[in-house]
C-alpha cells in the first residue's frame, strides 16, 4: 500500500516470514514514511512482531527461520546487503529492555561505536552524551554513567536501550512493544520520546496498545492472522475504517 | 492386630530413615579419616624449607643419623608447569568447541555431536590418556617421550571434556535477548560473541576452568607413563624430565625412606588445600554466574 | 536542517560495508578447536590400535583368553587383570550402590533443608579429593588395619565360604574394593540425589493419600520413579572404579594372577598398565600392554555411553511428562 503526499523511506514488497514450514506473515506490501512514526498493530499473533523483526533481518537469526520477499531502505534491498550493515542503519528497541547486564551505563550507549568504528575517546563521549540526551535520559544518569547498567529502573534500562539504539546512528529506528514491559508514568516519557525522535528519524513501532498507537502514530498498519487488513494515516484508520475486521479491532469487539 | 501391623509398619519406616541417615554417616568416615590422617602426618613437615628446598638424599633415621628433611621445591614448581602448559593447550580448545557447539550449532547435529564426543571423552580412563600421550611421543619423537610436555598432553585429553561441558552449559544459559541486542547494534557476528555473549558468560567458563585444573592438579596415573624420573634435579625446561606433587607422593609411599615419606605427606596436605581452594573458588564463580543471569 | 529540529548533529559518516575478515577468521578457529576435540577421540583409539598391533595380529585371540601374563617367558593373557578388574569394581559397587541410595534417600526425603546443601558439599570433595591421597591412606592406614585386625576375623568366620581363604596380608583384592567405594560413592550419590529430587510432588502425594509410611512413599513411589537415574549413577560410579588406577596400584599387590579369594593379591589392567609400561622391555610387552590400555578404554566408553543413554532418556522422559 502506496504512501499518499510521503516520500518512503522503507518499502516492503510481497514479504514472507517463516519459522520452519509455519509461514508466520504472508505476502505484505508497505511503505513507511520517512521522519514519520508509523505504528503496526493487531491481536496478539497477527504476525506483526515478526514483521518489524524481517525490517533489520533479525528474524533469519532464530532458529529455523527465514524471509522471502524485499525490503527497500532508501531504494536498496535490504536482503541483498550485509546483514550487519543493514542493522547498523535500521536500529531496533525490544520489548523487555534488554541492556548489557556485564557494562557500565556509558559502555552500554557506546557498544555501536566501540565495537563498530572505535572513534577518539572523545567523539565517543560527544556521541554518548548527544544519545542519552535524545532518550531523555541524561539528567537521570549524568553523574553515574560508570555505574551498572542493571542498576537502573524498568524504564530508565528501556530508555537506555533507546540511547544506545542511537548511538549507532541509525536512520531507522524500530521499536517491538517497548512499553509492554513498563509502567504508565514510564511509558508516557517513551512516548514524549517517540514524538520528538521523528523529527530525525523513521520510527517503526509495534504495539497491542491501540491507545498507544493512536496518541504516537502518524501511519497506522492493522495486521491479522500475518496479513496486512489496512494501513493508512492514523486519523483515518482509527475513524473512518474501511475494513470490517479492522472497524471491528479498533472498537475493542475482537482482540 | 490391624493396629498392631500399622505399628509395626510405621517402626519399620522409621528403621530404614536411621539407615538412610546412618548411611551419611559411613560414607563420611572415610573423608574424616583421609583428612584427619593428611593433616596429622603432613602438618609437621609443611615449613618454610619444604617449599624451598630440593628433594634430599634418601635417609632413615637411625641412633646416630638424623636425616635431613629437604623440600619439596621441584614437584611444586612442576605442578604448576602442568597445569599451565595443560590448561594452555585444553582451555583453548575446550572454549572453542563449546563456542561453535552453542553459538553456530543452532539445533544441528553438529551442535550435540560436540556434547556427545564430550561426554565420551569424560569417561576416558587416565591412564588410558597416559598411555595415548606416550604413544604419541613415542611414534613423534622418542627421546621426548618423558617430559613436561607430553604429561601435560595427557593431562589436557582429561580436561578438555570438563572445560567444553562447563562452557557450553554457560554459555547456554545466556539468555537470547543478549544475543540480539547485540545483532540488532549491527556488531558483527565474532565480536559479538567474543565481547558480549562469551564475556557474559565467563564466571561460568571460569568455573569450568577451575574444575579442569582441580581434576589434573591430583592426577598421578597419567604422570607415572609420561613424566619420566625428574625429581632429584632442578627443573631443566618442558621436554626434560620432570616431577609433580602427586607423582612424588606416589615415590614417597612406594620407597623405604622416612624423610621421603614425611615429604609426600606434606605433598598430600598441600594438593588437598591446593583443590579445596579450587573448589571453593569454583564454587564462589558459579554463584558469581547464577548472579549475572539473574541480573544483579 | 529542519528548523526546530532539537538534534543539530545529523548522521555522520555511517559504516555500509561490515567487515567480514573477522567474522571468517574467527570460525575457523572455532572449527578447528571442535576438530580436534572430535580428532581427540579417534586418536586415542587409533594409537592405541596401532601401538598395539604386533600384540593383535602375533598373539590374536590367545591374549584374551589367556591366564597367564608373564613377560619373561613372552606369554601374555589378560585374563588375571579383566578378572582383577571386574571383581574389584563389581565388589566395590555392591558397597557403593546401597550406601550412595541410602545417603541420597536420607537427603532428599529426610535431612532438614539446612543440612541438604552442606552435606551434599562434602560429598562432592570427597569426589575431588586425588585417587593418589586415597591410595597412600589406604596403603598406610587401610592396609595395617585389613591384615591384623579384619582380615584374621573374616578367616575365623567367614572362611568356611571359600571367599576369604588365604593369608593375611592386606595389599589384596578386598582392601582395592574398599578403597574404590570410597571413589564411587560420590558419583552414585550425586547422581541417585539428582533423580530422586526431580521426582515430582505429586507421586509422593499420591503415597501418602493412601496411608502410605514415609518408607513405604519412598520404596513404592520415589525410587521406581527415579529408578533409571539411580542406575545410571550406579553405571557411572562402576565406570570410574573401573578406570581407576594410583588408588588401586598402591594396594592391591600387584601380582598379575587370577586372584583365589577375595583376600589375594591380584592387579586390574589400568594398575597393570601402570606398572609395568614404562619398563617393558621384551618385545611383545609394550603392544601388550597398549592392547590392555585399548581394551580399558573400550570398557570404559561402553558403560560411559551407556550411562548417558539412560540419563538423556530419562532427561526426555521428564520433558515429556512436564508438557
Not at chain 1, 221 to 248: N, Q, V
Amino acid at each position: 500500500m502506496a504512501l499518499v503526499n510521503e516520500s518512503a523511506k522503507m518499502e516492503v514488497q510481497d514479504l514472507n516470514a517463516f519459522y520452519g514450514p509455519s509461514r508466520a506473515i504472508q505476502d505484505i506490501n508497505l511503505q513507511f514514511a520517512d521522519r514519520k512514526v508509523t505504528a503496526i498493530i493487531g491481536p496478539s499473533g497477527c504476525g506483526k512482531s515478526t514483521l518489524i523483526r524481517c525490517l533489520n533481518r533479525l528474524h533469519e537469526t532464530a532458529p529455523h527461520a527465514h524471509a522471502e520477499g524485499s525490503v527497500f531502505l532508501d531504494g536498496e534491498d535490504l536482503y541483498r546487503m550485509d546483514p550487519t550493515a543493514v542493522r547498523r542503519r535500521v536500529g531496533m528497541v525490544f520489548q523487555k529492555p534488554n541492556p548489557f547486564a556485564t557494562m557500565s551505563i556509558y559502555n552500554n550507549v557506546s557498544a555501536p561505536l566501540r565495537f563498530n568504528t572505535r572513534p577518539s575517546r572523545e567523539k565517543m563521549d560527544q556521541a554518548v552524551l548527544r544519545a542519552l540526551k535524545q532518550a531523555a535520559l541524561w539528567d537521570e544518569v549524568k553523574d553515574r554513567v560508570d555505574a551498572a547498567a542493571t542498576s537502573l529502573s524498568g524504564g530508565q534500562q528501556q530508555r537506555l536501550c533507546i540511547a544506545r539504539a542511537l548511538a549507532g546512528n541509525p536512520e531507522v529506528l524500530l521499536m517491538d512493544e517497548p512499553c509492554s514491559a513498563l509502567d504508565p508514568i514510564a511509558t508516557s516519557k517513551i512516548e514524549e520520546l517517540i514524538a520528538q525522535l521523528k523529527a530525525e528519524y523513521t520510527v517503526i513501532i509495534v504495539t497491542h496498545n491501540m491507545q498507544q498507537a493512536a496518541r504516537v502514530s502518524d501511519f497506522t498498519a492493522f495486521m491479522y492472522l500475518g496479513k496486512l487488513i489496512e494501513f493508512g494515516p492514523t486519523e483515518d484508520l482509527f475513524e473512518r475504517p474501511k475494513e470490517k475486521l479492522t472497524e471491528s479491532y479498533i472498537t475493542g469487539r475482537f482482540g | 492386630m490391624k493396629f498392631d501391623l500399622a505399628g509395626r509398619r510405621k517402626i519399620f519406616s522409621h528403621g530404614m530413615t536411621v539407615l538412610s541417615g546412618l548411611a551419611i554417616v559411613v560414607i563420611m568416615v572415610p573423608l574424616v579419616a583421609v583428612v584427619y590422617e593428611v593433616f596429622l602426618l603432613g602438618a609437621p613437615v609443611i615449613n618454610g624449607a619444604f617449599f624451598t628446598q630440593q628433594i634430599p638424599y634418601p635417609c632413615t633415621p637411625e641412633p646416630g643419623i638424623t636425616c635431613h628433611q629437604g623440600g619439596v621445591l621441584v614437584p611444586l614448581e612442576g605442578s604448576l608447569v602442568l597445569i599451565g602448559l595443560s590448561s594452555l593447550l585444553a582451555v583453548p580448545i575446550g572454549i572453542g568447541a563449546a563456542i561453535f557447539a552453542v553459538e553456530y550449532g543452532g539445533e544441528r547435529r553438529s551442535a550435540r555431536l560436540i556434547g556427545m564426543v564430550a561426554d565420551v571423552l569424560s569417561g576416558v580412563p587416565s591412564i588410558v590418556a597416559g598411555a595415548f600421550a606416550l604413544s604419541l611421543f613415542i611414534i613423534y619423537d622418542p627421546t621426548q617421550a618423558f617430559s613436561y610436555l607430553d604429561a601435560s598432553i595427557a593431562l589436557a585429553v582429561l580436561m578438555v571434556p570438563i572445560v567444553t561441558r562447563t562452557c557450553e552449559e554457560a554459555l547456554r544459559t545466556v539468555p537470547h535477548s543478549v544475543r540480539e541486542a547485540a545483532l540488532a547494534l549491527g556488531i558483527s557476528r565474532w565480536k559479538m560473541t567474543v565481547r558480549i555473549t562469551f564475556v557474559s558468560a565467563l564466571p561460568g567458563v571460569i568455573t569450568g576452568i577451575l574444575l579442569a585444573i582441580a581434576r589434573s592438579a591430583g592426577e598421578a596415573a597419567p604422570l607415572l607413563l609420561t613424566l619420566g624420573q625428574g625429581c632429584a634435579h632442578p627443573l631443566q625446561g618442558i621436554t626434560a624430565e620432570g616431577c609433580a606433587l602427586p607423582l612424588w607422593i606416589f615415590y614417597g609411599a612406594t620407597n623405604p625412606y622416612q624423610n621421603w615419606y614425611n615429604l609426600a605427606w606434606g605433598c598430600a596436605l598441600l594438593l588437598l588445600g591446593l583443590i579445596l581452594i579450587l573448589s571453593v573458588l569454583s564454587r564462589f564463580t558459579l554463584d558469581w554466574m547464577a548472579r549475572r543471569m539473574r541480573g544483579e | 536542517m529542519t528548523p526546530g529540529n532539537p538534534f543539530p548533529t545529523s548522521h555522520p559518516e555511517r559504516i555500509h560495508r561490515a567487515p567480514k575478515v573477522g567474522d571468517i577468521t574467527f570460525l575457523i578457529l572455532l572449527l578447528l578447536a571442535t576438530i580436534a576435540v572430535v580428532a581427540l577421540m579417534v586418536a586415542l583409539v587409533v594409537v592405541l590400535l596401532y601401538q598395539s598391533r604386533l600384540a593383535i595380529t602375533t598373539l590374536g585371540f590367545s591374549y584374551l583368553t589367556g591366564r597367564v601374563w608373564g613377560p619373561e617367558t613372552n606369554v601374555y593373557g589378560i585374563l588375571p587383570a579383566l578378572i582383577g578388574t571386574l571383581i574389584t569394581s563389581a565388589i566395590a559397587l555392591l558397597i557403593a550402590i546401597p550406601l550412595g541410595l541410602g545417603a541420597a534417600i536420607f537427603l532428599t526425603q529426610h535431612a532438614p533443608t539446612w543440612l541438604r546443601a552442606p552435606v551434599g558439599q562434602l560429598i562432592e570433595l570427597l569426589a575431588a579429593i586425588p585417587s593418589i591421597i586415597y591410595g597412600f591412606w589406604g596403603l598406610i592406614v587401610l592396609v595395617p588395619l585389613e591384615r591384623t585386625v579384619v582380615e584374621p576375623k573374616l578367616i575365623t568366620y567367614l572362611g568356611w565360604t571359600g571367599l576369604f581363604n588365604s593369608t593375611p596380608i592386606g595389599l589384596d583384592i578386598l582392601t582395592a574394593s574398599l578403597v574404590l567405594s570410597v571413589m564411587a560413592i560420590p558419583t552414585v550419590t550425586a547422581v541417585s540425589r539428582d533423580s530422586l529430587a526431580a521426582v515430582p510432588r505429586s507421586q509422593k502425594e499420591a503415597a501418602i493419600a493412601i496411608g502410605a509410611t514415609d518408607w513405604e512413599v519412598t520404596r513404592r513411589a520415589v525410587i521406581p520413579y527415579a529408578r533409571s537415574g539411580i542406575i545410571a549413577g550406579s553405571v557411572l560410579g562402576l565406570g570410574r572404579a573401573l578406570g581407576e588406577t594410583m588408588a588401586v596400584l598402591l594396594v592391591i599387590g600387584n601380582r598379575p594372577i587370577i586372584p583365589s579369594s577375595l583376600l589375594s593379591s591380584g592387579t586390574t589392567i589400568a594398575a597393570l598398565i601402570a606398572n609395568e609400561l614404562t619398563e617393558a622391555f621384551q618385545p611383545l610387552e609394550a603392544p601388550a600392554l597398549f592392547e590392555a590400555g585399548l581394551i580399558l578404554l573400550s570398557i570404559a566408553l561402553a558403560i560411559n555411553v551407556g550411562a548417558r543413554l539412560i540419563l538423556s532418556r530419562l532427561q526426555a522422559g521428564q520433558g515429556a511428562a512436564a508438557e
